[in-house]
């Protein structure tokens, strides 16, 4: 065969696997590498730079796709600080699907540190949500994978600037960019705005989701995220708001004590939401709306102990699962409950009928094999000793004596507080909420017991709203004249003092002296002033 017979039977070869390898690049992409490869015209040692990009192409393409649950598995990310002049606060929890993989931590980076390093469970792409100084913001973990968050602090310790680097860093990004955009960093804060009248909580809602929307539909527009991504966050998006709207019932019933009756089309974007959705595998509000319209909203509670609700909710949600799921999401549902159930229960002879009555539905064995794996460890002996939910909560309650939990939080001013400002007073500290009718209803007798130690500067008033927007405390304190020190406690700080303190509800009071609790879960401000006339005698 000639040299020339020789150079065109290449050619062939190499056009047959350049286009074996076009034939499974999406169709834009496809159509975009045959133009090239007609224009150019190159022989086949031309050819080899071209077909790497392909292969990669293809490859990248495909990798998007194989995101799965992979239990047991870890995520890192390491905080780096420029500018650190003091020592830090920084909090850091993320929203997972299953109860045993939640991570929460608030620590603090000293100036020598300049850095410090979170282990979190990570069995699947995820979103987690950190506080620096007060400061929120989003990121996302991939499992296995380390994110790297670079924070320029200005001199007074805000957060000027914050760089991310890692697998996940097109996503982090956008979640920036977002804030930036919308001028909030969590859907939460913009929901809890809306007056307690449904009229104005859907049509808020519907906006709010229309604009979370929009904004990802043209941010895609111009910036490349993965396609699994875009579903997440669009399931997050969507169920969020559908689980709020349906919060709505219990809080107007249980806690207001006002007539629900929603408008016509209250439930119209609801109800034509997706029970099964294979899309939103990765979405933790997706997984929370399946709790509320499966088993929430077929049963009533009627002051069961805890191990009857236990067992009623549990057998009631693998039930409804089997009749409305599929696939994973019936594997990853499924295995949240029985894993609950398994981590808590005393009994586990229902445990282990529960499981042989559910063990065949799973299409998974990694699900099924960790179970196992779980059940193996215990015995009659050790969950003999478990204590219940109730008692498990109680060991975080405040003690007499105890030292008073860290907190660093700002007035309305911006000035910032922490407890070794409080050194040598006698602390008369209330938690509170916006929403608490009991909290508003206590502010006259406050401020005047307030006024009556107006002249006593070892007295301290200090009152912390949690659970709150920013925006409606400034305006309750402005409206009530709210005396004392006021200081806010955003989402993050509002779980960690709530955990620390033990706060079951608002309001909450404790009585404090020298950094030490001397009275916790005290009196209300009309019945403390005997306590505060002992302390200030001795």
Known sequence: MSRDGIARLQNNEISSALFYFLDR??????????????????????????????????????????????LGENAVVKFSFENLKDSTAISLYNLSIFKSSKFYDNSFVLEEENNIEFVIPCEYPSGIYFTVNNSSFTGFLLPKDTLRVNVQLLDNGSVEKIEYS???QSICNYYLQKKQHL???????????????????????????????????????HTHLPEWFIQTEKSQIIYLC????????????????????????????????DINNPSAIFSYWYFDFLNSCLVYDNVTYQKQSVAEWRDLTTALALSKANENLTGEIRDVFKYNYLNSYLTQTKDLESYDELFQENKNDFSSTNYLNDLIAKRSLLNDSIVKNRNDAYQQSAKNRLEKNDSIPYFYLPNSSGQFFSPK??????????FWATWCKPCIASIPQKN?????????????????????????????????KIGGINLFANENWSNILINKFGVSGVPTYFLVQDGKVIKPYCDSPENIEDDLKVLLKN
């Not at 009248?197 to 604009?211: G, K």
């Not at 107007?252 to 408008?263: A, D, G, Q, R, V």
């Not at 400002?421 to 209330?430: L, Q, R, S």
């Not at 008033?461 to 405390?473: A, V």
Request: charged share 25%; proline share 4%.
């Open 242 to 273: 559908s689980n709020y709207k349906k919060s709505q019932k219990a809080l107007f019933e249980k806690h207001l004590n006002i007539t629900y009756s929603p408008p016509k089309d209250y439930y119209k974007s609801i109800d034509t939401l």
């Open 183 to 221: 001028g909030y960093q969590d859907l939460r804060i913009p929901l809890n705005k809306a007056p307690a009248v449904l009229d104005q909580i859907s049509i808020n809602t519907d906006t709010l989701m229309r604009n979370e929307l929009n904004f990802l539909k043209q941010y895609t527009l």
């Open 166 to 168: 890692g697998r996940t």
């Open 25 to 70: 690049l999406p169709l834009a992409i496809r159509l975009k590498k045959v133009q090239m490869i007609h224009k150019l015209k190159m022989t086949w040692i031309h050819f080899i730079p071209v077909i790497s990009l392909i292969f990669w192409s293809a490859i990248s393409c495909k990798k998007e796709e194989k995101h799965k649950v992979q």
């Open 448 to 480: 005047d017991l307030i006024m009556a130690y107006a002249n006593s500067p070892k007295v301290v008033f200090l009152n912390i709203c949690t659970s709150s927007s920013k925006e409606d405390w400034k305006k309750m304190i402005d409206e009530k």
């Open 421 to 430: 400002y409080f050194k040598e007073k006698i602390v008369y500290v209330n």
